[in-house]
C-alpha cells in the first residue's frame, strides 16, 4: 500500500506564499516521479510541477518563476514552495506519485492525496 498525505493549503491575501507538503509512506518500490496537480473550481485538473526521482523538474507555464518544486528523497516527501499567489491560483492540490509498490512492482501507477485546498483572495 501506498499512502500520500498532502498538506499546507490554506486562505492567503494575493500576493502571499504558501508551502505545501507531501509525504510518501507505504510499501513503495520505485518512484518515477512526485508532484503536484491541482484542479480549479469548475475545471479540469492540471500538472502544476513535478519531480523526478533523478531531480529533472516540469512546471506549467502559467508557475514559472513563483513555484518551486523540491524534495527530499530520503523521506518519499516533495513540497510546493508557492509565493506570488494569485487568486487564479485558487484550486485544490492534489499529490502525485507515479511509481509501483512492493505489492505490484511489476507496474506503475499513478497514487494520489487527498488532496488540500487553497484559496487566494484578491
Known amino acids: 500500500q501506498v499512502q500520500l498525505v498532502d498538506s499546507g493549503g490554506g486562505l492567503v491575501q494575493a500576493g502571499g506564499s504558501l508551502r505545501l507538503s507531501c509525504a510518501a509512506s507505504?510499501?513503495?518500490?520505485?518512484?518515477?516521479?512526485m508532484g503536484w496537480y491541482r484542479q480549479p473550481p469548475g475545471k479540469q485538473r492540471e500538472l502544476v510541477a513535478a519531480?523526478?526521482?533523478?531531480?529533472?523538474?516540469n512546471y506549467a507555464d502559467s508557475v514559472k518563476g513563483r513555484f518551486t518544486i523540491s524534495r527530499d528523497n530520503a523521506k518519499n516527501t516533495v513540497y510546493l514552495q508557492m509565493n506570488s499567489l494569485k487568486p487564479e491560483d485558487t484550486a485544490v492540490y492534489y499529490c502525485?506519485?507515479?511509481?509501483?509498490?512492493?505489492?505490484?512492482?511489476?507496474?506503475?501507477?499513478?497514487?494520489w492525496g487527498q488532496g488540500t485546498q487553497v484559496t487566494v483572495s484578491s
Open positions: 502525485n506519485l507515479y511509481g509501483s509498490s512492493w505489492s505490484s512492482r511489476a507496474y506503475e501507477y499513478d497514487y
Open positions: 507505504g510499501s513503495i518500490f520505485s518512484i518515477n516521479a
Open positions: 519531480i523526478s526521482s533523478g531531480g529533472s523538474t
